[in-house]
């Protein structure tokens, strides 16, 4: 579901839930217009205010929110807006409307959800393989253990295969798509590349970082521990750094290599 998205149907995992989030209004009053005016969910009528949450949920697709997340600004509608919208329409008088009723979020504040899925499944991968070989699939009641003790009991786990990618969670698909070790390795070069925006005592830290990622990739004997455990660290600095074109270089690829890792490429 992270990859290609949540239902309607489906429960949506707490890191991706917006509290509060002000709604913008467009309206006509007269001859008067407002545009982008910021109100509570409680400035609505009691009926509207039924059909708005007190939260947002994000239920779009990985890829969706990556691109979302490169948007300075972005606006957001859902069904419940609508609705409230047609219900508050009713109740005002001549010559008075509302015309749209919308949030507004910054793209920071996709890119912080992002972090907290990649930082979710580095972990989940991390944990899983502290006594097992990716070369061997972890015991069912393990894996259990680690999805619940980090995502929550909404996610099922299905592992049927020791061969290609393992499919964690409900609706899960796993596919590699051809994904080579060179491949990643020249996703590191677009990393070290967009390190260039950095400033030198900021560098120092990432090149660093990135050598010894390459070091453990290249090994004659690679461990898919020490290489996932990297890969966290290059996240997590790629995040702290709060530079762009850093973070999303770091996240494709990371997310290349922890692919791999799970197809047991590094041991």
């Known amino acids: ?25 467009d309206s006509i009053s ?6 982008g005016e910021v109100i509570s969910r409680l400035n609505l009528p009691l009926e509207a205010q039924k059909c708005v949450p007190e939260e947002l949920q994000l239920k779009h697709p ?7 997340a490169g948007q300075k600004t972005l606006t957001l509608t859902s069904p419940g807006l609508i609705l409230a919208q047609a219900i508050w329409n ?18 920071s504040t996709i890119a912080g959800v992002l972090g907290q899925i990649r930082t979710k499944l580095v972990e989940i991968v991390a944990d899983l393989t502290v006594d097992t070989p990716l070369s061997e699939l972890p015991k069912k009641g393990r894996v ?13 786990t299905t592992i049927q295969t020791a061969n290609g990618p393992v499919a964690v969670g409900a609706k899960a698909k796993a596919s590699m798509e051809g994904l080579t070790v060179e491949d990643a390795f020249r996703l590191l070069e677009k990393v070290q590349q967009a ?7 900021q560098r120092g830290e990432l090149l660093d970082l990135l050598t010894e990622l390459r070091g453990a990739m290249e090994s004659d004997e690679p461990n898919a521990g020490e ?20 973070e999303v270089a770091a ?17």
Not at 30 to 35: A, L, N, P, T, V
Not at 195 to 201: K, P, Y
Not at 229 to 245: I, P, T, Y
């Open 30 to 35: 007269g001859r008067r217009w407002k545009r």
């Open 251 to 267: 996240s494709a690829a990371t997310r290349a290599i922890t692919e791999l890792a799970l197809s047991g490429v590094f041991g």
């Open 90 to 107: 009713k109740k005002l008088g001549p010559f008075q409307s509302v015309e749209g009723l919308y949030y507004v979020i910054s793209g």
């Open 144 to 156: 259990d253990a680690v999805m619940t003790y980090h995502i929550g009991d909404i996610y099922n």
């Open 1 to 25: 579901m992270e990859l290609n998205g949540y239902g309607d149907e489906d429960e949506v995992p707490a890191y991706r839930k917006l509290q509060d989030v002000p709604v913008s209004m």
């Open 62 to 68: 990985i890829e969706e929110l990556q691109h979302l």
């Open 227 to 246: 290489v996932v455990d990297k890969v966290g660290k290059l996240r997590a600095l790629a995040g702290k750094l709060g530079v762009a074109s850093v």
């Open 195 to 201: 390190a260039g925006d950095l400033a030198d005592s």
